[in-house]
């Protein structure tokens, strides 16, 4: 079965940082954009950052200049580094290909930013 499988999530200070692992169980991943989701609780779930196969990225704008996304393709990992958090980035965390796909969805990861 293929899937993604989000890590790296906890219990963080605005300003702290948390580094958010996804790993793909197939190298077929590899071949995607790759995106970073999130979902806050009573708002719909938003794009945060994509990447491409060869490693060009896009980030929303609530998070440019302190969320980074990259990839390890080799290892079918894609991974979220968060700086400068804030409350306001509370949320689950999810990755999946872009634009998304039903079947790929997983159990996210819960980043919580305390004030």
């Known amino acids: 079965q293929v899937q993604l499988v989000e890590s790296g999530g906890g219990l963080v200070q605005a300003g702290g940082s948390l580094r958010l692992s996804c790993a793909a169980s197939s190298s077929i991943f590899r071949f995607y954009v790759m995106g970073w989701y999130r979902q806050a609780p009573g708002k719909q779930r938003e794009l945060v950052a994509t990447?491409?196969?060869?490693?060009?990225?896009n980030y929303a704008d609530p998070v440019k200049g302190r969320f980074t996304i990259s990839r390890d393709n080799a290892r079918n990992m894609v991974y979220l580094q968060m700086n400068s958090l804030k409350p306001e980035d509370t949320a689950v965390y999810y990755c999946n290909t872009s634009p998304a796909s039903n079947a790929y969805w997983g159990q996210g990861t819960q980043v919580t930013v305390s004030s």
């Open positions: 990447i491409t196969s060869g490693g060009s990225t």
